[in-house]
């Protein structure tokens, strides 16, 4: 009997186009993934399963065209398979869907609240973001997770801690590639955020100042004790003199009462 596996006969990520050559509306739609993807190798130094795609291909049919998120998160699949990296990823080739995806709003909408929300929860992929810098009466950043087969917008939160990822994420102003404003981050549990490579020099430079500083105020604080242990010395010294000086006038002035015949012990 002839042995047949269907997928065997699919296409290999090789074999598929890398992108939907469709160029991004704004360059925040690359960095903020890219932000993400690079916190994410700060935090994870060691663990190899995982992968972070952005701007990615992400296959599920043979016959359709990928979808493809601004960013997206998947847990349990490697890191990296050789050099070369991934061309795309093939959910038949990883048997792992995505996690989370990620959207970046622009001026222009590409279907963020509509046809691409429906297509993830179709996937299966648990959490769905949205970010909107652009809005100014709504909520900027929007999580949804999949509840029976459907999208529900978890309550508004910041950061909003995603317990299947072991992470929380959310939006504050930092530093990034030199630029300075509104960013996405992953937050640890107890609430902080996880460092840029800028922030964290930022960081390090501000605590070897402060160290350098609270050296230079001891280093003062030292000098100055020891200015008032020389000073209180000498006024011991001093003080000492004086007493020297003072006992000698009493001798001198004893020895001319005993001089006139007057005894200096019956004065007292």
Same mark, same amino acid.
């Given at each position: 009997?002839?042995?047949?596996?269907?997928?065997?006969?699919?296409? +290999?990520?090789?074999?598929?186009?890398? +992108?939907?050559?469709?160029?991004?509306?704004?360059?925040?739609?690359?960095?903020?993934?890219?932000?993400?993807?690079?916190?994410?190798?700060?935090?994870?130094?060691?663990?190899?399963?995982?992968?972070?795609?952005?701007?990615?291909?992400?296959?599920?049919?043979?016959?359709?065209?990928?979808?493809?998120?601004?960013?997206?998160? +998947?847990?349990?699949?490697?890191?990296?398979?050789?050099?070369?990296?991934?061309?795309?990823?093939?959910?038949?080739?990883?048997?792992?869907?995505?996690?989370?995806?990620?959207?970046?709003?622009?001026?222009?909408?590409?279907?963020?609240? +509509?046809?691409?929300?429906?297509?993830?929860?179709?996937?299966?992929?648990?959490?769905?973001?949205?970010?909107?810098?652009?809005?100014?009466?709504?909520?900027?950043?929007?999580?949804?997770?999949?509840?029976?087969?459907?999208?529900?917008?978890?309550?508004?939160?910041?950061?909003?801690?995603?317990?299947?990822?072991?992470?929380?994420?959310?939006?504050?102003?930092?530093?990034?590639?030199?630029?300075?404003?509104?960013?996405?981050?992953?937050?640890?549990?107890?609430?902080?955020?996880?460092?840029?490579? &800028?922030?964290?020099?930022?960081?390090?430079?501000?605590?070897?100042? &402060?160290?350098?500083?609270?050296?230079? &105020?001891?280093?003062?604080?030292?000098?100055?004790?020891?200015? &008032?242990?020389?000073?209180?010395?000498?006024?011991?010294?001093?003080?000492?003199?004086?007493?020297?000086?003072?006992?000698?006038?009493?001798?001198?002035?004893?020895?001319?009462?005993?001089?006139?015949?007057?005894?200096?012990?019956?004065?007292?």
């Amino acid at each position: 009997m002839l042995n047949y596996d269907p997928l065997a006969c699919w296409p +290999s990520s090789e074999e598929l186009p890398d +992108s939907d050559d469709t160029p991004v509306d704004n360059e925040l739609q690359d960095l903020i993934p890219g932000l993400l993807k690079a916190l994410l190798a700060i935090a994870w130094p060691e663990r190899m399963d995982w992968y972070f795609g952005v701007d990615m291909g992400i296959y599920y049919d043979p016959d359709l065209p990928a979808i493809v998120p601004d960013g997206f998160l +998947s847990l349990g699949v490697e890191r990296f398979y050789d050099e070369n990296l991934r061309p795309s990823y093939v959910l038949w080739e990883e048997r792992r869907v995505p996690v989370l995806a990620l959207e970046v709003v622009s001026q222009k909408y590409r279907g963020e609240y +509509s046809t691409k929300k429906a297509e993830y929860a179709k996937l299966g992929i648990l959490y769905y973001v949205v970010y909107n810098p652009n809005r100014r009466r709504k909520p900027r950043l929007e999580v949804y997770k999949l509840i029976n087969g459907a999208y529900t917008a978890l309550e508004d939160g910041n950061p909003v801690w995603l317990p299947e990822i072991g992470l929380g994420i959310g939006m504050e102003r930092g530093t990034y590639l030199g630029i300075p404003r509104q960013w996405l981050y992953w937050y640890n549990q107890q609430g902080e955020k996880l460092l840029t490579p &800028e922030e964290n020099a930022k960081l390090a430079q501000q605590e070897t100042q &402060e160290a350098k500083q609270e050296t230079q &105020e001891a280093k003062q604080e030292a000098q100055q004790a020891k200015q &008032e242990a020389q000073q209180a010395k000498q006024e011991a010294q001093q003080a000492k003199q004086e007493a020297q000086q003072a006992q000698q006038r009493t001798q001198l002035l004893a020895e001319q009462l005993r001089s006139l015949g007057i005894d200096p012990d019956s004065l007292t």
